[in-house]
């Protein structure tokens, strides 16, 4: 039972480069996000996906793109990297009962 | 002002004493309120949550939630090295699928 699966784990692109971060959860959750989190910013929602087939865009939105691909897995695109892009960043998923959510080990990107 | 807001801390404790940590919210709709602990370079993990007024203990963790106050604290009783951990409040509205996290604080148990 793996919970949430992220890839990858680091990555270091250059400027204007393309990437999708990759999360897969096998809870049968319906929910799921993704957040960056920054020094002293704490963790800030970037999109989410209440259900299959749907999604919503959260806190900072901008220079990111997400497909919920099926209940599993959860993408998110970076078209063109910038500087302002280096971050962590966190998948999760949630139950529809219980409110808590898991959370993947996360990816460390550089964006030089 | 913030949604949800932490003391960033560092907070000190000895080893054995209690750690208090707080957090203020701004939504008077939240109903759902969470405690993360984080260690350094590590994913968020559930420690406690809690729905209602009062105080609701697991182990040596104690959640209260003041909803009149707007305010959720967590009680670490007998603190241990290994509860050095940023520690991230979390608050959700009813019909809201998303969490809104506060900034963390930072927690640090002295030997």
């Known amino acids: 039972n793996a919970g949430v699966t992220q890839t990858p784990k680091f990555q270091v692109l250059k400027t204007g480069q393309s990437m999708t971060l990759q999360c897969a959860q096998d809870?049968?959750?319906?929910?799921m996000y993704w957040y960056r989190q920054d020094p002293g910013m704490g963790l800030r929602l970037i999109y989410y996906?209440?259900?299959?087939?749907?999604?919503d865009k959260g806190e900072v939105p901008n220079g990111y793109n997400v497909s919920r691909l099926n209940k599993r897995e959860f993408s998110l695109r970076l078209e063109s990297a910038a500087p302002s892009q280096t971050s962590v960043y966190f998948c999760a998923s949630k139950d529809r009962v219980l409110d808590g959510y898991t959370f993947g080990s996360g990816t460390r990107l550089t964006v030089v | 002002q913030k949604e949800v807001e932490q003391n960033s801390g560092p907070l000190s404790v000895p080893e054995g004493a209690i750690a208090s940590l707080n957090c203020t919210y701004s939504?008077?709709?939240?109903?759902?309120f969470f405690w993360y602990r984080q260690y350094s370079g590590k994913s968020p993990e559930l420690i406690m949550f809690i729905y209602s007024n009062g105080d609701k203990e697991d182990g040596r963790f104690t959640a209260q939630l003041n909803k009149a106050s707007q305010y959720v604290s967590l009680l670490i009783r007998d603190s241990q090295p290994s509860d050095s951990a940023t520690y991230l409040c979390a608050v959700k509205a009813f019909g809201n699928e998303k969490l809104t996290f506060g900034t963390g604080t930072r927690l640090t148990i002295i030997p």
């Open positions: 809870m049968n959750h319906n929910s």
């Open positions: 939504d008077r709709g939240s109903q759902s």
């Open positions: 996906s209440a259900s299959e087939g749907t999604t």
